[in-house]
């Protein structure tokens, strides 16, 4: 078995021998292959390791950057050339002390496959007194293994050179992670949501704190200043899935900020401690009473973590038809990102479409629901027409459909109007009526601005000049969540591999019968043809679909359905999935109306690792590489049922497929980079 240890360094000439001979040292039942990362050290780190790198070639990989990359880019570049089973981490400024480090930690990971990772206890060692001491928060904690809830509250790792990750699991961190600030906290919250992290209580390595230390040089003051940014920016991260728990953490923050100004306001006189935040230098050696510092603090400390103080004026104001229904599961992570972002935001919604997609809910009962999944929300969402008396500065809304009856609104409140044009919602190509309404509302002295999410919807607006350019925000794709980014724990199964059926699924709502513009009909002839020529393959539909639709009497029980689903189905689901079908057709449900490309249904399956195969009529791709990480078929049964029974026949190149169609679906739909952009549109409104 092949481990993978890496070594990054940047200026550790006096630290990084150490370090090396610690890794060196290991013995164990495994093959070792050391990836050293040095990222330009000026000082003779470079040097060091090249002595080392000549002693062990066949031992040692050095990385070379070309440029200094800084920290986390220098992590990701080497995780990325690691090929083990297991990859450990120690830092050049760190090292392990006991040579069976890596043999103890991969026996754990061995015998707990559901582990992410696991770690050992680290001793601290604080070079400046020549002291060592144990991790105090390590000692008291008391079980075998760490849940992500633990992680927020207390960083009970606290040192990347501690621990041992699953390559499996390291892979399937997004792209995203490593473009934030990224240190190991971060990178460790992410892999415990794919499998809890398993602790060896004893101490096998060293955490060294000096005052060159990327983190351990700062002050205290300083590092709690850090850590209640860096709580704001990764719950926003996680999509505020553990919101509550964060919320905990930047309260028991905030105590221990407040309680550092009172130790450092009595000895102001020996000592003049770096606070960060500039209100509360100004307050303290302008002399003001105690009581007004610590209001400054609390309005400093209420704009980190997003609790911002009632305003009697509303920012953003969004109106909706279907929201907060879960089986709009875009609509949901949009719209909850908002409300998390802009703290005087509220949402309205008529309901008026739910019969269309629930006939069993009641708006009341789905309201009632959301309150339960979401009660940080709860009381800014709420029935229209609870908006009267209100006046925003910012109204939002998708669809045009939407944007007919609540562009009014915006008008009477003179609030600057905002709308996303995604597909679907009203939206006709070379419909006179539906051109009149966009006409109607890009002309409003209240528009701002329109978001388009397809090239087809752009090109459409310029070229009949409904709009100008510039007020076109152009962001492909959309917000959706990442079913496997949340409870990620089972290891995908792959036809061929560790399951022996080969299942091909078909995720749609049905708006018209037999689902003909979603291709359902294609999709039910594709599993005729394919019943034959391939005997382990099963087919799966998830949306209002039965045997009633269409005769399925030959698929037997090889054909399965599902019914519509909430979010919390797919991961499992998607988990099980070797290919997602849609054969979905422009024009067809009524003339002029199309889907974006992919489906949303196409990027969740394609975002959980299942090869998406899917039509594209209106050549609105910009962004996948047909062949490579998706499949662009044309609604043609015999030739869908060729490309698919292909894969069937060569299931390494369907894995293949599955596994760059996953990184390209998570990079072009990463939540954040899609809502980024957005909350910018948003903001330069609110600001003008």
């Known amino acids: 078995m092949k481990i993978s240890i890496v070594v ?21 039942d495994f093959e070792m292959e050391i990836i050293l990362g040095d990222d330009c050290s000026t000082d003779g780190t470079g040097q060091i390791v090249d002595r080392y790198v000549k002693k062990n070639p066949n031992l040692i990989q050095k990385l070379h950057p070309g440029e200094n990359l800084g920290a986390t880019k220098n992590l990701k570049r080497c995780l990325d050339a690691c090929t083990g089973k297991y990859i450990a981490i120690c830092e050049g400024d760190d090292y392990w002390t006991s040579d069976e480090k890596i043999q103890r930690q991969m026996q754990l990971l061995e015998t707990h496959p559901e582990y992410s990772m696991c770690f050992s206890a680290l001793t601290l060692y604080f070079q400046q007194e020549d002291k060592y001491t144990p991790h105090n928060d390590q000692v008291k904690f008391p079980r075998d293994e760490l849940t992500i809830a633990d992680l927020i509250a207390i960083n009970y790792i606290g040192n990347f050179s501690c621990c041992m990750y699953r390559a499996s699991v390291v892979r399937k961190l ?14 460790n919250m992410a892999c415990s949501e794919m499998g809890n992290i398993g602790f060896i209580h004893e101490p096998l390595s060293v955490y060294r704190i000096h005052e060159k230390g990327a983190w351990t040089g700062k002050t205290h003051i300083d590092q709690i200043s850090e850590i209640i940014e860096l709580s704001k920016a990764y719950n926003q991260y996680f999509q505020y899935r553990y919101n509550d ?5 930047l309260v028991a923050l905030a105590d221990q900020l407040a309680a550092g100004f009172s130790k450092a306001e009595r000895s102001e006189g020996r000592q003049r401690t770096n606070f960060v935040f500039g209100a509360l230098r100004d307050g303290w050696h302008s002399g003001l009473r105690r009581q007004a510092v610590s209001k400054k603090l609390k309005i400093r400390l209420c704009k980190l973590a997003q609790i911002i103080l009632p305003k009697d004026r509303m920012d953003v104001a969004i109106f909706d038809d279907v929201f907060p229904h879960p089986l709009s599961a875009f609509r949901l992570a949009e ?11 509220r949402v309205y919604t008529t309901g008026s479409t739910l019969p269309a997609i629930s006939k069993n809910q009641t708006l009341n009962e789905v309201l009632d629901e959301y309150a339960g999944n979401f009660p940080r929300f709860k009381d800014r969402v709420s029935a229209f027409p609870g908006f009267r008396g209100v006046k925003p500065k910012l109204v939002y809304c998708m669809f045009i459909n939407n944007a007919r009856w609540v562009l009014p609104l915006a008008e009477r409140a003179g609030a600057g109007f905002v709308f996303t044009l995604y597909p679907g919602g009203g939206l006709q190509l070379r419909n006179k009526e539906c051109d009149e309404s966009l006409k109607r509302v890009c002309s409003s002295k209240n528009f701002r601005k329109v978001i388009t999410t397809q090239k087809v919807t752009r090109d459409y607006l310029l070229q009949h000049e409904i709009c100008a350019a510039e007020d076109i925000e152009f962001i492909y794709g959309g917000a959706f969540p990442c079913h496997a980014n949340g409870d990620d724990r089972l290891q995908k199964k792959r036809f061929g591999e560790s399951k022996e059926t080969f299942d091909l699924c078909f995720v749609a709502h049905k708006y018209m ?35 009633e639709d269409l005769d399925v009497a030959g698929l037997g029980d090889r054909i399965s359905f ?31 109306a199309f889907d974006g490309f992919p489906t949303g249904c196409c990027i969740e399956a394609g975002m959980c690792g299942v090869a998406v195969m899917a039509t594209d009529d209106l050549k609105q791709n910009v962004a996948f590489r047909d062949g490579v990480d998706i499949v662009i078929i044309n609604r043609d049964v015999d030739e869908i049922s060729r490309r698919v029974e292909y894969y069937y026949n060569h299931p390494q190149e369907l894995h293949a497929l599955a596994d760059r169609g996953q990184a390209s679906f998570r990079r072009v739909f990463d939540f954040d980079a899609q809502m980024e952009p957005r909350f910018k549109v948003m903001e330069n409104i609110l600001r003008a």
């Open 562 to 592: 599902h019914g519509s689903q909430k979010p919390e189905f797919f991961g499992g689901f998607y988990d099980r999935m070797d290919m997602i079908l849609s054969p979905n057709g422009s024009f067809i449900l009524h003339p002029g």
């Open 174 to 187: 997004p792209d995203s992670l490593f473009k934030m600030f990224m240190a190991d906290w971060l990178f």
């Open 335 to 345: 719209y909850n990102a908002y409300l998390a972002r802009f703290s005087s935001c």
């Open 8 to 28: 990054s360094s940047y200026n550790h000439e006096k630290y990084i021998e150490r370090c090396l001979e610690g890794v060196l040292a290991q013995k164990g």
């Open 245 to 249: 728990l964060f919320e905990k953490k």
């Open 513 to 547: 019968p037999q689902g003909r513009d979603k291709g359902y009909d294609l999709f039910v002839a594709t599993a005729k043809n394919l019943a034959h020529s391939c005997p382990q393959a099963r087919f799966h539909v998830v949306g209002p679909f039965s045997k």
